[in-house]
């Protein structure tokens, strides 16, 4: 079980009340323990709902947002370590437990520092106000006179006269509201009186060297993570995928596994599932029961066919972006037009592991343990699934696999939940290979044309952009609703879908016009390739196309490539994260593929930029390709990254390496396969990721700190520039232009020039 | 139908009952309340639920618990401890080598095979001993900087 110590028994074991903090203007109050457990009583206002501070004057900081290991946690303590001056040992985190911490949208969209650390950050600067005032009552001095170190209090020039957090408050909590605005989810911020630290103030963030916290117990076999739970009386769980996708359970004989100990079937309309005590058991149970499945219609075309189907499909909407410029009449202007269209395929989020999910229904209450992102949506959905009241339904959040978005977690504990709700014990469910890879939620698949009108001279007039693919949000973004996991679904609950696939960030300063056309899912119910977020969700897949069509304009305009964006790019931050990376990479000027080689192979360099959100990013990738074999190995990359106030710099340069290894992967090597019938990707034979040798050998990162503006998001924006800077690099390298994902060897041959 | 078996693990003997064909990762996680070797696939394909059989890296998920016999079972529980870490730890902690760290047990017990054999292998020696071995989350790069690191200590 987690280690760490619930809120209830954090304000039992401090043996007081919650006792408000005597201080003008605030009002006393005083609370029982108890009304402190369900999220009515966990006020967004309250500053205790995010900071208090421990008997022993160490900090617990509460955040309903959660770390999926890259290292936000400790963005987290250095943000609070740093309002409180704190050493960042002495603060911990408590993260997305459903009756420990206020919703605040779990991991989502790159917001848990710039979002999630900006109400931490305005909340221990009242919590460190708060302190300062409580201490200078005490000691009877001056707030002015006073200075903090390591959390505790003293009078400047005197530190006989002190006096620490712990004594001031350490076992109960604040009594002091906040400005909320009102917003739960990654909206939600607060402020309070207190301004928080300048920049020049910092003594902590921004500086390398602070260890995450969850790293050694991996290391030493001593973590517990999602899977490793286990609940007094827990049965095992598995959930029957048809043969074909889209069929449903006609007759099932449950005699066919009668010889397997404990075991019971469980099917509810077209969930069908099974339990037994043992994991063994169900998993023996689950290839050997014998299920009759509806003669249900293979609902997909053929794989090579998807990309005519994206393009016939009728548009479900259409959102559309037009800047300025007056696109039509460029067109009309224009000397010539340039036209590319590029494709990028279903990706699966392939979890390490198949998701695990485990509950405990009773009749009026749950408890329900994930590893899923997004806890507080978790609620919600099994809420409204058994009709229960919010606050009767709690939500444990301990570490699964790493997700990046929307993986197979919520589908876990919907059907873990279902099934305990019919056998009125705790169930653990986790799937096998096939059901992860299988059946998880996938990235969309997507086809996009761009055109350039051109002058006589060779500048750009006017880019008209097109995507058209499928929603990357068929069945929203999180399991905050039955219809959004594949129980609901199989139970009939009215779909919901939502249409959005997105369009290039905003950059080039040419009049332009971005479309993206969504189209309808293959299969509308319980589809294996249901589309929903995976890691800069819709990102990768336009600014491959919209970057790669960049380095074609640079051609067609017979221009170099950096130069091409230092011409078209207007905002300092976009030219700088260019220039710096272009001067990194030892960029040479030149236009079109030089195909130069390094003994038997092509070599060659290619670049990307693309701006997320308040994030800009530009990279340039080093390939290796092999014309006898038709690999690609992307040797090396070098990025510059730009995302406002650096937290945490060694920790923001790992994961910025992880999502482009991640990356490349996807560029390179991924792709769901699929037949009429069903997805046949079901493992990792049959959905091959990077493998360790096909690592780049380094990845030099610049990063280019600006203490002055907020910390925007890092854990996604790299994920978009990759596939283009590769695929240009193949250019560089080969004078073969790939417009389609992944960058196979069959791919590069079939193309070979 | 459900035999007894013993099993030697870390060190310390162990009886379970179970289904012959049950591979050993069950044994170690379910019935012996393990956390290190972890399920990824099932299938021999991954490296998850690594073990150590004799010293040689196995793939527990698929290991019958009736094919181990008297095999000496290492998990990385068994190679160290945080008073007394094995360097492949060390050296993954210092690197801050994992992410959802899933994937661990793979690439930490490899590499302490590897470098039981080669303890100086070259990149090109660590990439071909760990090839196969999956990481979802990316951190191939430090995982090749903490064996190097390994190597030197
Ligand atoms: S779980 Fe054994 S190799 Fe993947
Ligand atoms: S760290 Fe997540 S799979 Fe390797």
């Known amino acids: 079980m987690s280690l760490q110590m619930n809120r209830r028994d954090f304000l039992a074991g401090s043996g007081t009340l919650v006792v408000s903090v005597m201080l003008p203007g605030l009002s006393a109050h005083a609370a029982t323990p108890g009304t402190q457990a369900s999220r009515m009583a966990l006020k967004p206002d309250q500053l205790s709902s995010y900071i208090s501070v421990n008997r022993d004057g160490s900090v617990t900081g509460w955040v309903g947002k959660v770390d ?5 946690e400790i963005g987290w303590i250095k943000i609070i370590a740093e309002e409180l ?116 103030e910092y003594k902590q963030i921004g500086k390398p060297g602070t260890r995450r916290r969850d790293v050694a117990e991996k290391l030493y076999g001593t973590a517990t993570v999602m899977a490793d739970i286990k609940v007094p009386g827990m049965l095992h769980g598995r959930v029957l995928r048809p043969p074909v996708a889209g069929a449903v359970p006609v007759s099932v004989d449950n005699t066919s596994v009668k010889d397997i100990p404990g075991v019971r079937v469980v099917w509810q309309k077209n969930f069908i599932g099974l339990v037994a005590p043992k994991q063994w058991d169900a998993i023996r149970a689950a290839r050997q029961l014998k299920v009759v499945w509806s003669a249900a219609t293979p609902p997909f075309p053929e794989q090579q066919d998807l990309y005519k189907h994206i393009a016939g499909a009728k548009v479900m909407k259409r959102d559309e972006e037009v800047n300025s410029g007056d696109v039509d009449a460029a067109f009309a202007a224009a000397a010539r037009v340039v036209e590319y269209s590029y494709a990028w395929p279903f990706h699966s989020h392939a979890s390490l592991s198949p998701a695990c999910g485990i509950a405990d229904m009773r009749a009026d209450s749950a408890t329900v343990w994930t590893g899923g992102q997004k806890p507080h949506h978790c609620r919600e959905g099994i809420a409204i699934m058994f009709n229960l009241p919010e606050d009767k339904v709690k939500v444990i959040y301990t570490p699964g696999p790493g997700s990046y978005g929307r993986n197979d977690s919520g589908d876990a504990t919907m059907d873990a939940a279902v099934l305990s709700k019919a056998v009125g014990e705790p169930v653990r469910v986790q799937g096998m290979r096939h059901d992860g890879t299988g059946w998880d939620p996938k990235s969309p698949a997507s086809i996009h044309r761009s055109r350039a009108a051109i002058d006589k001279d060779g500048k750009v007039l006017a880019w008209h952009f097109e995507t058209k693919g499928f929603s990357r949000r068929e069945f929203f973004r999180d399991e905050g609703s039955p219809e959004r996991t594949l129980a609901g679904q199989l139970m009939d609950w009215p779909l919901k879908p939502v249409w959005l696939l997105g369009v290039p960030g905003e950059s080039y300063s040419f009049a332009r016009r971005k479309t993206s056309d969504t189209i309808g899912p293959l299969l509308d119910r319980a589809s294996p390739l249901r589309s929903s977020h995976f890691r800069d969700p819709g990102g990768p897949q336009i600014h491959f196309a919209s970057e790669s069509f960049m380095d074609e304009l640079a051609l067609a305009t017979n221009t170099d490539a950096v130069e091409f964006r230092l011409r078209y790019l207007k905002e300092p931050r976009d030219l700088e994260v260019v220039r710096t990376v272009a001067e990194k990479a030892s960029w040479q000027s030149h236009v079109g593929a030089r195909k130069q080689m390094r003994g038997e192979v092509h070599t060659g360099q290619g670049l990307a930029y693309a701006v997320r959100g308040a994030t800009r990013v530009a990279v340039i990738a080093e390939v290796e390709v092999n014309p006898k074999t038709y690999r690609v190995w992307v040797r090396r990359y070098v990025i510059a990254h730009d995302c406002g106030q650096v937290i945490a710099p060694d920790l923001l340069r790992q994961t910025i390496e992880a999502q482009v290894v991640q990356t490349t992967s996807r560029a390179v090597f991924e792709e769901v396969k699929f037949d009429q019938r069903n997805v046949t990707s079901v493992d990792w034979l049959s959905y091959p990721i990077l493998d360790i040798k096909d690592a780049p050998e380094a990845i030099d990162i610049t990063l280019i700190d600006r203490p002055e503006m907020p910390p925007a998001g890092a854990g996604e924006a790299t994920c978009r520039v990759v596939a283009a800077a590769v695929a240009n690099a193949i250019f560089d390298a080969t004078a073969v232009r790939l417009r389609q994902v992944p960058f196979t060897p069959e791919r590069l041959k079939a193309a070979w020039v | 139908m459900a035999k007894r078996f013993n099993l030697n693990v870390n060190g310390r003997a162990h009886a379970v009952t179970a289904d012959p064909e049950m591979p050993l990762l069950y044994a170690l996680r379910d019935d012996l309340g393990m956390h290190e070797p972890r399920f990824g696939c099932g299938l021999a394909q991954c490296g998850a639920c690594t073990v150590l059989l004799d010293g040689n890296p196995a793939r527990s998920c698929s290991v019958p618990v009736s094919a181990v016999g008297a095999a000496k079972v290492t998990t990385l529980a ?59 989350c990316g951190t191939h790069l430090s995982i090749i900087r903490a064996v190097k690191r390994a190597a030197q200590a």
């Not at chain 2, 902690?93 to 793979?106: A, D, R, T």
Request: glycine share 12%; aromatic share 4%; charged share 25%.
């Open chain 1, 85 to 200: 001056d704190m050493p960042p040992e002495r603060v911990r985190m408590v993260q997305g437990n459903t009756e420990e911490t206020v919703d605040q949208g779990g991991a989502s969209g790159s917001t848990g520092i710039w979002r999630g650390g900006h109400a931490l950050r305005n909340a221990a600067a009242e919590a460190r106000l708060t302190l300062m005032e409580m201490g200078a009552a005490k000691l009877g001095v001056p707030i002015d006179q006073l200075e903090v170190n390591d959390g505790v209090i003293s009078q400047r020039g005197k530190p006989g006269r002190k006096v620490s957090y712990g004594e001031l408050i350490g076992g109960r909590q604040f009594d002091v509201q906040l400005e909320w605005n009102k917003e739960y989810g990654n909206d939600l911020l607060v402020k309070g009186r207190a301004k928080p630290k300048s920049p020049s």
């Open chain 1, 68 to 72: 999926m290991a890259q290292g936000t």
């Open chain 2, 78 to 136: 068994g190679i160290g401890s945080a008073q007394k870490p094995h360097k492949v730890q060390a050296a993954f902690i210092e690197e801050q080598v994992p992410q959802c760290g899933y994937c661990l047990n793979g690439w930490v017990m490899t590499s302490v095979a590897l470098l039981e054999k080669n303890p100086h292998p070259s990149d090109e020696q660590i990439r071909d001993a760990l090839t196969g071995l999956k990481c979802r």
